[in-house]
């Protein structure tokens, strides 16, 4: 398989280069769903469940990670996800970076985000992340880690470097000959943002020489740098992320370090209100099977204004004869390897104590899409939901995708044959076990018709909200 990624994915820049110029843009038919709406089953848009931005991807040992920021506006950790099939994506918590080990007297008060992850010559992994208005880099021997600190406990790139603007955004490239660049930088209120680049020794922390200012027109943040067809591509993203402004643009250039002209057809992804797409932005690029894909965030539906509540998607994108890259065309229902299928699991019907609504009602726990789920009542104390196979059936393990990957949620899940008689699971008394991780996987091994999620009596509403649960038989259980 052929690859590329800079804030992502990059494992040697040879292959990345290769990848790109090899991108085949004939498309044959991939037999397009005929409904691409946000609330259609089985899509592949978002990716991910829940609320991640700030997208970069690596592929690694045939398994992809996509390290992200944890919204609203970072955690005191990245979130990580890995998947081998890209429908199927684990969460991994990282132990590091930390708020706490990478607060700093110029860290100021923002969390850990933006990560920038690529695998350098010498084979291991490096990242770069921001914490507040600095920047930061680590180093591990594998994807997961464990990671630590690869510059002496202290930021790479200080906020006093220059006050004037933002240390953030910081994005890896490696170049064919095993060259090493970095970018970064951004605004401050939304305004002149500017890209700082610079070339780096082989150890891939220290400058060599002085960074330039490479700011393209229109250029906000979030630089990516890419290769194609012996050019260099640095695309970044302009306008407000929680307005409906954000957008991807992209300038040419004929070295890493530019000069950089942005391209006549500029911006490429922008949003789509009428379609649901608000702000898509800060992304990543790579090729998998000869195609270009574009791997970037944008609001959650419904979209509410001045909030940060982002999902990651994944769509197609193409260049022209003349090397320009086409404009994207955001869908819901993304890319055939991304879409989720439902055949690997049991088909149920649900209901719920109560419902936040249509939009968040019980069916959005069974329709494979992560852009719905079913919330409660706003008002409600305790609840749960219930799914209905219609029959009694073997079953192996439950699966649940909460709406928050990192936080503790208290349950139980029961199950009957006749919804008289119902017997807990084990591992999942909320008297004893809170639990946390996407998915929840627990072991079931009994014959049932009903399946029930219930949360104590004195549970938020906000903490009982799931976007699927998943009934796996027996038969389709791996050994």
């Not at 923002?110 to 507040?132: E, I, K, Q």
Request: proline letters at 9%; hydrophobic letters at 35%.
């Amino acid at each position: 398989m052929k690859y590329l990624s800079c804030l992502s994915l990059l494992f040697l820049s040879p292959a990345v280069t290769a990848a790109l110029a090899a991108v085949d843009n004939s498309h044959p038919d991939e037999g397009e769903p005929a409904s691409d709406g946000w609330d259609s089953p089985h899509t592949g848009n978002p990716i991910l469940p829940g609320y991640y931005a700030d997208p970069s991807l690596l592929e690694y040992d045939g398994h992809y990670f996509v390290y992200v920021t944890m919204d609203p506006w970072g955690s005191r950790t990245l979130g990580c996800w890995q998947s081998k099939d890209f429908k199927r994506w684990v969460f991994r918590e990282l132990a590091w970076p930390t708020k706490e080990t990478y607060t700093s007297p110029t860290s100021k008060s923002a969390m850990v985000w933006t990560p920038s992850v690529v695998r350098a010559p010498d084979g291991r992994f490096r990242m770069y992340l921001s914490v507040g208005s600095e920047v930061w880099t680590g180093v591990a021997p594998h994807p997961l880690g464990p990671w630590r600190d690869a510059n002496g406990g202290k930021p790479l790139i200080p906020a006093t470097w220059n006050e004037a603007y933002h240390m953030i955004d910081a994005e890896a490239f490696v170049d064919d000959d095993g060259s090493a660049y970095l970018y970064w930088g951004s605004g401050w209120n939304w305004r002149n943002g500017r890209c700082f680049a610079v070339k780096l020794k082989p150890d891939m922390i220290n400058f060599d020489g002085e960074p330039r200012d490479v700011t393209p027109t229109n250029y906000f943040e979030a630089p990516f740098m890419f290769r194609h067809a012996g050019r260099y591509y640095l695309s970044y993203s302009n306008g407000k992320t929680v307005t409906n402004t954000y957008q991807v643009h992209y300038a040419v250039g004929d070295t890493p370090l530019g000069p950089f002209t942005e391209a006549p057809n500029s911006p490429i992804l922008v949003t789509d209100e009428y379609r649901q797409v608000v702000s898509p932005g800060h992304h990543a690029m790579f090729s998998r099977d000869g195609r270009a894909y574009i791997l970037y965030h944008r609001h959650r539906v419904p979209y509410v204004p001045d909030t940060a509540y982002r999902q990651t998607c994944v769509d197609e994108f193409r260049f022209n004869a003349g090397g320009l890259i086409e404009p994207v065309v955001p869908t819901h229902v993304g890319p055939k390897f991304a879409r989720r299928e439902s055949a690997d699991r049991l088909a149920a019907t649900a209901t719920a104590s109560s419902e936040l609504g249509p939009l968040h009602s019980a069916s959005r726990a069974l329709d494979d899409n992560y852009a719905t789920r079913w919330a409660p009542a706003v008002d409600a104390r305790g609840g749960w939901l219930k799914l209905d196979l219609g029959r009694v059936a073997a079953i192996a393990r439950i699966e649940l995708r909460f709406e928050y990957a990192w936080r503790p949620y208290r349950f139980v899940v029961e199950s009957s044959t006749d919804g008289s008689s119902w017997a807990p699971l084990a591992g999942s008394d909320y008297r004893t076990v809170p639990s946390s991780g996407s998915p929840v996987s627990l072991s079931a091994a009994t014959n049932a018709r009903l399946v029930r999620v219930t949360f104590p009596p004195e549970t938020p509403a906000d903490a009982m909200s799931l976007w699927e649960v998943s009934i796996i038989p027996q038969s389709l259980a791996s050994p």
